[in-house]
């Protein structure tokens, strides 16, 4: 459908009274107007169809050759045209390619500014707006830009484009561009046309080449996107960039320290207004609090946060991930232009098309080219055979044009064999236009020179042509020489932690409780205080007559009468142990017992007790971790009992399920039960795990075992950058991403490192007891070039001193570490290592420590010796004294 029948169809659609009257169309009339109803349905169907089939096809999605748009791929050749290798202004740019897009100055100058930003085909100058912050770019007139040298050695041939008319008839412009490079990946595209969406997310430069090589020699490849952005993304499930698929993207953030988050780099498609804003939202909500936001942007992203008093640092950053655009999810739909039709296609089947379309393309330039040196050989042998044999001299005698033609052909009869194809008419035309001044120049030894050298690059060209697939491998690897300096993997590629809301939500609202009237809720203010809640929590409450459920939050809730029991509740906490004793309401005695309320469905009914009516909870207390006290029990006065009290250690039951009945505590009738004394967690240390895919810690068997915790244990975290600090083992604790050493922290402990210091310019090596901090601390010095080479907890530990420089010749040496140095603090330089220049160093084996358990298995006893003791012993045993026996062993 051509332009100007969209632009009648836009007409109609605006006023429906130019349209056309079906003699079938119903007609009413007046004494003043004339009405007529049009029907649609027709008009609708074939248009719409048109209307949508060519915004898809040259609007919105990319073609799969070159991985451009129609509007992208006509600036780029309008630049190619007007390209002198000077700066054009970019409204001049505009008008330009107008020739070319028929829709308006707007969407060229937008598409301009979008190729601009994304640093590969266009080399830009003035302001261009930024993506971190979503500045706009400057007016076209105040901007310019060329193509970059990408471009133009990448983008661009004239032999090998297939040209058609443009939409006015009057220019030629390409089909699609001879692109030879995955530039769809490496650039990403998002369209949305009619009934149709396209979202191709970017990928790095480097690895699109490396994966390509790859392809190329046969072996399988992964890519996954790179945002320009940065920040971090789990890929788990990219699902090859085909539609269904989402990957989570995060913005780094960082701690400065307990009261300050910094984000430094923001999530792909969003900008730092719309991730202030986004944080300034929560916070109004509730879900985090915050007292202060300040944007420190300029050529990096710095966003300050500063917390508000007594919250923590790690749960806001998770919260930070759960409520706000800090964590986004993009959901990638794959979808290209092929044969003039849409389709679906993954991204490493985009990547072989690409690479296989690439070789085709250099194998037609160099077809190309092939063809160029023999026509090129073939006149210069003409040429030279027609000066060197004086040929032209025959046409002197000529009158007419066939007869010099035809003396030409008749002197070059002789020399035909010669040739590697026949003479044709235009080859006589062409030496005819010989001018007489070459001729008299002519170098005989200038044109073999030039013929050899034709025919050397001709068997060049042909030996790639044989070896094409080598060719190509070592294209892509002079791109990536070339271009590809800059252009490093921005977005780490991480595995995320799934972070649960109710875990990290800020506590917004209060929650009250009525007991004895059975309601609870955040508005009963004149009621009982309970505790800080969030407005997306669950609630946990447990009746007299042990009954228990779990509800949603709300201003105000009937759970039922006589409430003993009311808290947040968390899901799959099996530390939290709930004692009880309970009278049976069937047979009457007392029963105890311990259990955990863990995984329940919401608003569904629970009993603690044996379901029997009248059933009645006569103690009742919550352990946060599995805190078992010792209880006072009453009896009620009967004929027989002596003991009307006695005490009962809950510590001495086991802790079973919701669903068990429990031990019969008594089975006389219980008069009260009191707490006599608090006990202490019967659960023991509690086992930690560290997931080093996600860095984060867990208690569900994920990962490393840091070993059992409880109290006050901590962790000991040591990074490779020389850095050290304390941590508790909260689950919702982050971790530096260079961490070297996570291990559970033994006080007194020696480590031994040997490190770089760029300040001296040499190695040192020194011995400390790590301080308890929970502050970052380097033990390598505070010059950012410093470095830690080596550190271990050996008690005596041996290094080997490789030597570099004018000293490697030199033999190494080895530094027993105990003898060298004493223990000092870490904040110590410690002592120099050599004075020689060190090349490396490496850990050996430690001698002493072997030495001295060697010596202790040469004083053990021997078999035979111990035989003799143990009989000695089982004589004495027999023997009926009260005296002591003196073994002189």
Not at 48 to 64: C, G, K, M, Q, T
Not at 695 to 701: F, S, T
Not at 794 to 820: L, M, T
Request: with cysteine.
């Amino acid at each position: 459908m051509s332009i100007e029948e969209l632009e009648n169809i836009e007409n109609t659609e605006e006023s429906m009274d130019d349209g056309p009257i079906d003699p079938d169309d119903e007609v009413t009339s007046d004494s003043d107007d004339l009405h007529t109803v049009v029907h649609l349905s027709g008009m609708y169907q074939e248009w719409f169809l048109d209307y949508a089939s060519y915004v898809i096809l040259e609007r919105a999605v990319p073609h799969l050759n070159d991985g451009l748009k129609p509007v992208q791929r006509r600036i780029m050749h309008s630049m190619k045209r007007l390209d002198d290798g000077r700066y054009n202004k970019v409204a001049n740019i505009i008008g330009h390619t107008m020739q070319f897009h028929p829709h308006g100055d707007a969407s060229i100058g937008d598409a301009l500014v979008q190729l601009g930003q994304k640093e590969l085909l266009v080399d830009m100058q003035g302001n261009w707006g930024n993506i971190l912050t979503g500045d706009g770019a400057a007016a076209p007139r105040y901007i310019e830009a060329r193509l970059s040298k990408f471009a133009l050695e990448v983008v661009f041939n004239p032999k090998t484009t297939e040209w058609k008319l443009s939409y006015d008839g009057r220019n030629k412009e390409p089909v699609t561009l001879p692109v030879k490079f995955p530039l769809l990946l490496n650039q990403g595209v998002e369209g949305i046309a009619v009934g149709l969406a396209s979202k191709i997310l970017p990928h790095n430069f480097n690895e699109l080449i490396d994966a390509s090589i790859l392809h190329l020699k046969g072996n399988e490849f992964e890519i996954l996107p790179d945002f320009p952005t940065g920040g971090m993304a789990d890929f788990s499930r990219y699902n090859d960039g085909i539609r269904g698929g989402a990957v989570k993207v995060r913005a780094r953030v960082e701690k400065l320290d307990k009261k300050h988050l910094v984000i430094t780099e923001v999530p792909f498609g969003k900008t730092t207004m719309t991730l202030i804003e986004s944080i300034v939202k929560a916070n109004e909500k509730g879900k985090i609090k915050i007292k202060k936001i300040d944007d420190n942007t300029a050529a990096n992203v710095e966003i300050i946060v500063q917390l508000a008093s007594g919250i923590s640092s790690d749960k806001t950053l998770d919260a930070l991930y759960a409520f706000t655009d800090c964590e986004v999810s993009v959901s990638p739909n794959s979808c290209i232009i092929e044969e003039e039709k849409p389709v679906f296609m993954g991204v490493r089947e985009m990547l072989q098309r690409s690479v296989d379309n690439t070789v085709a393309l250099l194998k037609l330039e160099l077809e190309i080219r092939l063809n160029e040196l023999e026509a090129d050989w073939h006149f210069s042998s003409l040429e030279k055979i027609f000066i060197e044999k004086r040929i032209y001299r025959d046409i002197e005698e000529c009158e007419t044009w066939e007869s010099i033609i035809e003396t030409i052909d008749k002197g070059l009869e002789p020399y035909k064999k010669l040739l590697r194809r026949e003479v044709t008419h235009d080859d006589i035309v062409k030496l005819t236009e010989i001018r007489i001044k070459r001729i008299s120049k002519f170098d005989s030894f200038k044109a073999d020179d030039h013929i050899k050298g034709i025919e050397e690059e001709i068997e060049e060209v042909k030996n790639h042509l044989n070896n094409i697939i080598p060719f190509a491998i070592n294209y892509y690897k002079q791109i990536k020489k070339k271009f590809g300096k800059g252009k490093e993997r921005r977005t780490e590629i991480r595995n995320f932690d799934t972070i649960v809301a109710t875990k990290v939500v800020a506590a917004n609202q209060k929650l009250y409780v009525n007991r004895k009237e059975g309601f609870f809720g955040t508005s009963l203010k004149k009621d009982e205080l309970v505790s800080d809640c969030s407005d997306i929590d669950d609630i946990l409450t447990i009746r007299r007559d042990g009954s228990f459920q779990v509800t949603k939050v709300d201003e105000k809730v009937f759970a039922g009468k006589d409430i003993i029991h009311i808290a947040v509740f968390k899901k799959n906490d099996s530390r939290t142990i709930y004692n009880l004793v309970y009278r049976d309401g069937k047979s009457g005695a007392a029963m105890m017992k311990r259990c955990a309320i863990t995984g329940i469905t919401r608003e569904k009914e629970y009993n603690l007790t044996k379901h029997n009516q009248n059933s009645r909870i006569l103690y009742f207390s919550a352990n946060p971790n599995g805190e078992a006290e010792t209880i006072k029990v009453t009896l009620k006065p009967k004929p027989r009992i002596r003991n009307l009290n006695f005490e009962m250690d809950f510590s001495e039951l086991a802790i079973k399920g919701r669903d068990a009945h429990g031990n019969i505590l008594t089975k006389n009738v219980v008069h009260k039960v009191v707490m006599k004394e608090k006990g202490v967690s019967t659960l023991g240390g509690r086992k930690i795990w560290f997931d080093e895919d996600v860095l984060r810690l867990n208690a569900d068997g994920r990962g490393r075992l840091l070993g059992e915790f409880a109290g006050d244990d901590h962790l000991l975290v040591i990074t490779k950058s020389g850095k050290f600090r304390l941590s508790t083992f909260d689950l919702e604790n982050h971790f530096e991403d260079d961490i070297y050493i996570l291990e559970k922290h033994k006080p007194k402990k020696i480590y031994s490192v040997i490190y770089f210091d760029a300040e001296q310019d040499y190695y040192y090596v020194k011995r400390f007891e790590l301080e308890p901090n929970e502050k970052l601390l380097s033990f390598v010095g505070d010059h950012p070039e410093s470095r830690m080479i080596s550190i271990t907890e050996v008690e005596y530990p041996r290094f080997e001193i490789n030597f570099g420089g004018k000293n490697k010749d030199r033999k190494p040496e080895i530094i027993e570490v105990a003898e060298f140095i004493g223990i000092k603090s870490y904040k110590a330089k410690g002592k120099r290592l050599s004075k020689y220049q060190v090349e490396l160093v490496n850990e050996l084996e430690p001698i002493r420590g072997l030495k001295e358990k060697e010596e202790e298995i040469e004083e053990a006893p021997e078999v035979d010796e111990i035989d003799e003791i143990d009989e000695i012993i089982e004589e004495s045993d027999e023997e009926d004294t009260n005296g002591q026996m003196t073994l002189d062993l």
